[in-house]
């Protein structure tokens, strides 16, 4: 049973229906595609987890596989290119396609209210849930490239048609410098295609070039499987005077760190966030930022391990610098919706600060934490549309009193405060602890310095001071509108559709902080036997 393909490609179908309906079917767009991201939740709970989990309890590294030849041409006296339709997914890809078809029909939900255009939007919503969902199945290199790409015009007109006074700027912005890592990613792909080759179809007479992933991660006694002798990214092989793998793995790392975003190449983020509607903001926050985290994980540490442990100290550092610089600037946010999104900068700090530990535990953390995150600023950015929807501002300093008027929004927002700061009993404690329980043991292993991981614990205080100073402004007190008496009757408490969208994230968020194996089991043997191995390769490589 093909389970990746019609997790992928369930979406087109909403997208075709969209496509040759009436122009005013509002209703029709908003069923289609909110019956797609359930049908997509059903199979992947009902049948496409089952299924792999199965699967992994016979061993093996990639599960529920599909695999044909798609593209092939020939090179003449160089041989013949081979490009697959390759699908698989180990713990990493599964629990984000898991994260990926939770968040979507709630974001569906969120976008009901949409009054213009619907028509264009949710086909938009679809293709760019087709996308997110081939990214973390892809294992061809370049159908990966294939839907990551797609997944900037959807989110660039998302933003840019539906967005708030500042759209044009901030959908511009999003898209160069995502554009940007995308062309260091084509330019490295390039390179690769034409140093492995696939030694399924190679023979004597005829070597096949292939960007299949499996076999460029291959290694073994400090030799490359699969490489072509002399060719760009054979060991030793040298670029501009630099080690070209170690070159490889920066500009890779860098196209990533765009997208995650990492510190300095972070400021889209906000901007896009303030400007984008909630749902999108849901969709970015949420499911978009892993995107760049994922990347990082599966390409430039898998392929590149010897560059995983050369640059360990400065990935680690920057995952220390986007922790603290994340928070602070957080701090000094007026706007509620900005806050929110430079906290998620420094969140996915920890994400990078767990993998740069090169341990078990802190890259089984840093997955934790890529899905926790993406549950809880999903919910973050509901509270904010919940407030804007009524009174269309987000100014923290202009609301006081809230739990009085808004009781249960209250609660609900408390929720997603103290799991976002790390309370323990919530979700994000513990992919926080196990990140740290791996940077401190790496220090002590010789990897990260100390420092690094005693100075991250900071960016928990910071988030403390600016969650609580933020909750206790806006909800205590008594409420004194600051532009119009009007506002009081504005602010109703969360209806129907609200309540929808809001419990099962706050339930999740609640139940994987109490019981975390519910989704740690998906990927802890993964991501053990990936650390292992990658620190083994790594290691033999750069010694060769």
């Known amino acids: 049973m093909p389970h990746l393909s019609i997790l992928i490609w369930l979406p087109l179908v909403a997208l075709l229906v969209m496509a040759f309906g009436p122009r005013k079917g509002k209703e029709l767009y908003r069923w ?81 209210k949409l009054g213009h255009n619907v028509k264009g939007y949710f086909m938009l919503f679809m293709l760019l849930d087709l996308c997110m969902i081939g990214v973390f199945c892809a294992l061809d290199f370049f159908l990966f490239y294939l839907f990551y790409e797609f997944m900037l015009l959807p989110m660039f007109f998302l933003i840019g048609l539906w967005g708030g006074p500042r759209r044009e700027y901030a959908s511009l912005k999003f898209f160069i410098y995502t554009l940007v890592g995308s062309v260091f990613m084509l330019l490295i792909m390039i390179g690769l295609l034409f140093s492995f080759t696939d030694p399924e179809l190679n023979t004597d007479e005829l070597r096949v070039y292939t960007l299949n992933m499996t076999h460029m991660m291959a290694s073994s006694g400090g030799e490359l499987l699969n490489v072509v002798d002399g060719s760009i990214f054979d060991l030793g092989s040298t670029l501009l005077g630099v080690n070209a793998r170690l070159l490889a793995f920066v500009v890779l790392f860098v196209g990533f760190a765009i997208k995650l975003p990492m510190i300095p190449v972070h400021t889209w983020l906000p901007d896009a966030h303030v400007e984008a509607p909630t749902p999108i903001s849901v969709l970015l926050a949420g499911i978009l930022l892993k995107v760049g985290g994922y990347g990082m994980l599966r390409i430039c540490f898998g392929i590149f391990p010897d560059g995983a442990i050369h640059f360990q100290w400065y990935v680690g550092l920057m995952g220390v610098i986007s922790i603290i610089y994340g928070a602070m600037v957080a701090m000094a946010q007026k706007d509620l919706k900005r806050l929110v999104a430079y906290s998620s900068i420094s969140h996915m700090g920890f994400h990078m600060l767990g993998i740069s530990s090169l341990t078990v535990v802190g890259m089984t953390g840093a997955v934790y934490q890529l899905f926790t995150h993406g549950i809880i600023s999903a919910m973050l950015f509901l509270v904010v549309g919940v407030i804007y929807d009524r009174v269309h501002d987000r100014t923290i300093e202009n609301f006081r009193g809230l739990w009085n008027l808004m009781p249960r929004f209250a609660f609900f927002t408390l929720i997603g405060f103290f799991a976002s700061l790390g309370m323990p009993g919530f979700a994000a404690f513990v992919s926080e602890l196990l990140v740290f329980m791996g940077a401190f043991q790496s220090a002590i292993e010789g990897g990260l310095p100390l420092w690094m991981p005693a100075v991250g614990t900071l960016g928990i205080i910071l988030g403390a001071v600016y969650y609580l100073r933020t909750f206790r402004q806006m909800f205590f007190g008594k409420f004194d509108p600051h532009n119009t008496s009007s506002w009081k009757e504005k602010l109703t408490d969360l209806n129907l559709r609200e309540y929808v969208m809001l419990l099962p994230l706050a339930a999740l968020i609640v139940l994987l902080g109490v019981w975390p194996s519910l989704i740690l089991d998906l990927f802890e043997g993964s991501m053990g036997a990936y650390a292992a191995e990658l620190v083994e390769k790594g290691r033999e490589l750069l010694n060769h």
């Open 32 to 112: 289609s595609a909110l019956v797609v991201s359930l049908l997509q939740l059903i199979w992947v709970l009902v049948a496409a987890l089952p299924q792999y989990l199965t699967e992994q309890a016979e061993g093996g590294k990639y599960f529920l596989q599909e695999k044909f030849n798609w593209i092939g041409f020939s090179l003449g006296d160089l041989g013949r290119v081979q490009i697959d339709y390759f699908l698989a997914v180990d713990g990493l890809g599964m629990s984000l396609i898991l994260l990926t078809t939770i968040i979507m029909p709630i974001a569906v939900i969120s976008s009901w």
